[in-house]
């Protein structure tokens, strides 16, 4: 699948050097290049592409007005945001951006990037079940350890930890801390995570055992056991039936 890229930054050294890493993949067709929001935008209207890599601090246009813009083509390409700047990690992720780069970018971390935005096309070009198909398509969050900003996949999350303002991520692999409260978490993430404890929500896929009987109701997720509070215990065992959770092995 060769797929045409749209580069958007106000500094031509860094158009130059991106162009000359997308150059070197096979997977990458025409690269057209817009030194700011306004001349992406023309661009984008008489030269649709499947992809996006914008940066977000360019006068007028910052690279999040111009993926909003996006949102009314009828053709929206795949978003990319690629910056110095962690701190717009979270709006990328609300923005529905495939991938959040951090400059300097890196030949393997892009060859990574240009694999997501080759799924997405696919799953989105998918026939039948059309819009359906693309609606189970898999939520991401933008993430950060040790500096590095990357996407994870919703349902690679095992579980939730509240830390104060923020919440942590487990995955089996690690865990991350986000700046979003978990009681956000656990409103946008209601049909596939449940609450146990003040401090815990837990994805139901990802349970292992449940013991809710006995003085010290918990679940296992993984490796981890956790405590479920007795206030929250109905409201597991409502959710747990309606799911007719059978606990992996």
Known sequence: MTISVLIADDEQPAIDELAFLLGQDPRIGIIH????????IRLLTRE??????????????????LARAMQRFERRPALVFV??????ALEAFDLAAVDYL?????????HRSVTRIVEALKAASAPAAGAAASEQQPEVIAVTLGGTTRMIRRDEVRYVQAQGDYARLHTEEASYLVRVPMSDLERQWSEAFVRIHRSYLVAI??????????????????????????????????????ATIRPRP
């Not at 951090?102 to 892009?110: A, D, G, I």
């Open 33 to 40: 290049q817009a030194a700011s929001g306004a001349e992406a």
């Open 48 to 65: 649709p592409v499947d992809a996006a890599f914008l940066d977000i601090h360019m006068p007028g246009l910052t690279g999040f007005d």
């Open 83 to 88: 910056t110095a700047d962690e701190e717009g």
């Open 102 to 110: 951090l400059k300097p970018v890196r030949t393997e971390r892009l």
């Open 205 to 242: 896929g990802h349970l292992t055992r449940i013991r809710l009987g006995g003085d010290h109701p918990s679940v296992v997720v993984g490796a981890a056991e956790l405590p479920v509070s007795r206030r929250l215990l109905p409201a597991l065992r409502e959710r747990l039936e309606a």
